[in-house]
């Protein structure tokens, strides 16, 4: 299992800008895919981003694409969620998330669901004032 601690959460106003980070440890950072979910009060926690191993391929939820991106450095074992353009609806609690399965290691595939990622980190609180 890969450790996750995901940092940068914050109070931003709408139209404000956060950058969420989650360092990873414990196993070769490069054999997983790696994605951001998130939970709002009284939800489900739903998908937001995902990359591959490489970075080369990533997907976004249809409600942050275009505002967010995704990215990944090996070299720090770290993965970055760049969030523009928030929203009052983007507020909820940001997780990391490590998707180890054989399939995606050293390939471009991914996965937006949240059953095939078999480690999370504690969350980070983002919460964006209207």
């Known amino acids: 299992q890969v450790q996750l601690v995901e940092s940068g959460g914050g109070l931003v106003p709408a139209g404000g800008s956060l950058r969420l980070s989650c360092a990873a440890s414990?196993?070769?950072?490069?054999?997983?895919?790696m994605g951001w979910f998130r939970q709002a009060p009284g939800k489900e926690r739903e998908f937001v981003a995902v990359i591959s191993w490489s970075g080369g391929s990533t997907n976004y939820a249809d409600s942050v694409k275009g505002r967010f991106t995704i990215s990944r450095d090996n070299a720090k074992s770290t993965v970055y969620l760049q969030m523009n353009s928030l929203k009052p609806e983007d507020t909820a609690v940001y997780y990391c998330?490590?998707?180890?399965?054989?399939?995606?290691?050293?390939?471009?595939?991914?996965?937006?669901?949240?059953?095939?990622?078999?480690?999370w980190g504690q969350g980070t609180q983002v919460t964006v004032s209207s």
């Open positions: 414990g196993r070769p950072f490069s054999f997983y895919a």
């Open positions: 998330a490590a998707d180890g399965r054989s399939q995606v290691r050293f390939t471009q595939v991914t996965s937006t669901s949240a059953r095939n990622f078999g480690s």
